[in-house]
């Protein structure tokens, strides 16, 4: 397929994986402040009313309460962070804004170059992208995002940070891409010895 052509086969897809990522992640976050939070507010519409007009102020803070999936190792916890994962740039919002504004320009490249070749990629960098967008205006709104999901890897009982929708679909998306690599370059490795066996097997000094 041209190009052109596949470019235009394949926006939708990506433009939809970004935008449904998205919705979800924005969606996610209130519920987790209403009903994980300490809200004012006690009417579920006169909540969402106030929370998606703030700008650059959240006034909501845990209440300490926790939901548990899967006991210790899965439950939702909702804290803030003004960071990065692991606390990395830790009260820089305007530097984190324009990081993430960078990433979603990145994904944008790379898609346009590379990904706009195949629907695996499509999707993959589709996750990234939504994910990317959904902390992008969570900082740029509130100075920080919502995070919620709250895990403990088993065997090696490591409390992995608290995270979002967002942070997991952008992890899942970025882990797709790796694999996607891993794979090609392993394919192209066996076409490398395939054509050495060959050149091997039809040489006659």
Not at 75 to 97: C, I, R, V, Y
Not at 99 to 115: D, E, Q
Request: proline fraction near 4%; charged fraction near 15%.
């Amino acid at each position: 397929m041209p190009a052109g052509r596949s470019i235009r086969y394949l926006i939708r897809p990506f433009l939809a994986t970004a935008f449904v990522v998205f919705i979800i992640d924005q969606a996610s976050k209130p519920l987790a402040v209403y009903f994980l939070g300490r809200a004012a507010e006690r009417d579920l519409g006169q909540f969402l009313t106030r929370y998606f007009t703030l700008f650059w102020k959240f006034p909501y803070r845990s209440s300490g309460r926790t939901f548990h999936i899967l006991g210790r190792y899965c439950q939702l916890n909702f804290t803030t962070n003004d960071g990065m994962a692991w606390g990395l740039l830790k009260g820089h919002p305007l530097e984190l804004s324009l990081v993430s504004l960078a990433l979603c320009l990145l994904i944008w490249w790379l898609w346009r170059s590379f990904g706009s070749r195949s629907s695996y990629l499509t999707l993959s960098l589709g996750l990234v992208m939504g994910g990317a967008i959904g902390n992008l205006v969570d900082r740029f709104r509130l100075k920080l995002v919502v995070d919620f999901i709250d895990t403990v890897i088993p065997i090696i009982n490591y409390d992995f940070p608290i995270f979002n929708v967002a942070d997991a679909c952008a992890s899942v998306g970025t882990m797709m891409i790796a694999a996607y690599l891993i794979w090609l370059d392993a394919r192209h490795l066996r076409r490398r010895r395939l054509l050495r066996l060959v050149d091997l097997t039809t040489y006659h000094p």
